[in-house]
Structure formats: C-alpha cells, structure tokens
C-alpha cells in the first residue's frame, strides 16, 4: 500500500511539467489529496489540493493545477511558467474526505499516506 509521485525532471524557466500521484494497494476515490514541496533549508510547502470528487481545488498560484482520474486511481498536478525557486522535492498525501469538499493547503490534514517524493528543478 503505496502513494508515490512521479513526473519531476529538469525544466527550463518558463517551461511546464505535469506531476502524477498513483496509490497502489487501493484506491484514491473516497480521499482527499494535497500536493506539497520541500526545498532544501525550507519548510514544506502546500501547492495544491483537491477533494475526493474533484469538485474542490485550491492552489498556492494560479500556474499550478491540481485534477484527478478516479478511474486511473491517479492525481495530477499541472505545473506552468516554472521559475527556479519552484524547484523542490514534490510530493502528494491523501486522507480520507471525512469533511466534505477537504482541501487544505496547510498539510496537516494529510495523515494515512504520504508518497516518496519526486524532484523538480528548474533551470534559468
């Protein structure tokens, strides 16, 4: 029973990367998912969530987007205009939706999976 992200790479600045959160071992329909990032010497940092039905998303900039494929047990975080301070590790955590429309930027929410995380780094 796993969470795990992929998708991260080497971008150039201005350019776009599309993250993917897969759960092996059961399935991501009845949980709420946060995406977060650490960089190194910095806190972790909540870049976008959605709820279980994907009715509610919330974002720390509007250049990152968060969409979910319940039938492909997967979740996406679109990333757009790279900078290179948004180079960190990324990661996503889901909880089950125990209050409706679960979206929550702070990450303490997130408690039953936590995926290894996938790096992201963005060249000038």
């Known amino acids: 029973v796993q969470l795990q992200a992929s998708g991260g790479g080497l971008v150039q600045a201005g350019g776009s990367l599309r993250l993917s959160c897969a759960a092996s071992g059961f399935t991501l329909v009845r949980y709420a998912i946060g995406w977060f990032r650490q960089a190194p010497g910095k806190e972790r940092e909540g870049v976008a969530c959605i709820s279980s039905s994907g009715g509610y998303t919330d974002s720390l900039e509007g250049r990152f987007t968060t969409s979910r494929d319940n039938a492909k047990n997967t979740v996406y975080l679109q990333m757009n205009s790279l900078k290179p301070e948004d180079t960190a590790v990324y990661y996503c955590?889901?909880?089950?939706?125990?209050?409706?429309?679960?979206?929550?930027?702070?990450?303490?929410?997130?408690?039953?999976?936590w995926g290894q995380g996938t790096q992201v780094t963005v060249s000038s």
């Open positions: 955590a889901a909880d089950s939706e125990w209050t409706p429309n679960m979206c929550d930027l702070t990450g303490s929410y997130y408690s039953e999976y």
